[in-house]
């Protein structure tokens, strides 16, 4: 790294900021795939790390997700989930994270007979002992699978109903295209009923239709991707509109092939437009990125300000679940990074 990028680097550090799309299970280093594997005496079909880390090469999404929900395979107990959040969090924190909120698939655990109770005890451990340690704070929003059914899925929110103090909000993942937000309609009116917040993955692979189905259907507070909004004049207009924030993902997006490389990439134009966006790591282990890394990678693309830099910050706490308080307090610290 030049010197340049070094301070640049210290410089996104230094930003207080809230990772708003980040799978928990997107953060399974090999080596803790073959550390959990040895433990629980399970046999990989890869010789070492190495040949683990050469298969994490994708030609799109369906790509990824074979070898993610593999790799899932070896988290069976809860100091396993504890273990994989904690890393995590430390990570997090050294990237100026002082607030996440934490995707997981449920669905992906309880079809192996990994039972709620086993996922929620270790991650909430680990969450609680970063509240401790770093006061990074936390909101977990457990993920419905689309490519499985909406009674599979309405099945989960009532296994979920008994951790609902842990559950800010719901969202949907896993293959987009194909399965639209419209096919979860009421298990979304449930979730809403019960007092749940509402998110969605639509535009990452998928037709702006499906934007307009989450904000239709699924009444979503943020757009999970998104980034496929930008051939519809119309929905970016009414995004700007309703400042309906977008979890922009880009090296995960150059990674599975929605942009052919990061200086293609359509996030300063986005923001550009007046659009809310955010930068995120999605799956920081299967894309070699975690946060700051991603706010490096467009910012050397796109040549992107240090004001650019404190906006999306800025844009990333606005976007947040945080109560107002905690808002104005991050939002205070950040308007006085501009003055230093
Ligand atoms: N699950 C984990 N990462 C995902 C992504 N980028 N899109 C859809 N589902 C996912
Ligand atoms: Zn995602």
Redesign the pocket.
Known sequence: MTLSELKNQAFIRSLPKAELHL?I??TLEPEMVFDLAQKHGIQLPYVDVDALRRAYSFSN?QS??DI?YQGVQVLRDSDDFFQLTHAYLQRAHTDGVVHVEMFF?PQSHMERGVSLSIVFDGIIRALESAKHKYGMTHRLIPCFLRHLSAEAAMQTLEALLPYRDHICAVGL????NGHPPSKFSRVFDRARSENFLTVA?AG?EGPPFYIREALDYLKVSRID?GVGCEVDDTLCERLVQERMPLTV?PV?NVK?AVFKSMEEHNLKRLLRRGLCVTVNS??PAYFGAYIADNYLAVQQALELSREDMISLASNSIEASFLGEADKFYWLGKLTACAYE
């Open positions: 799978h299970e997107g999404l990824f997700l993610y698939d993942d896993s293959s987009e993955h990452e991707h993902c995960s599975l999605d799956d």
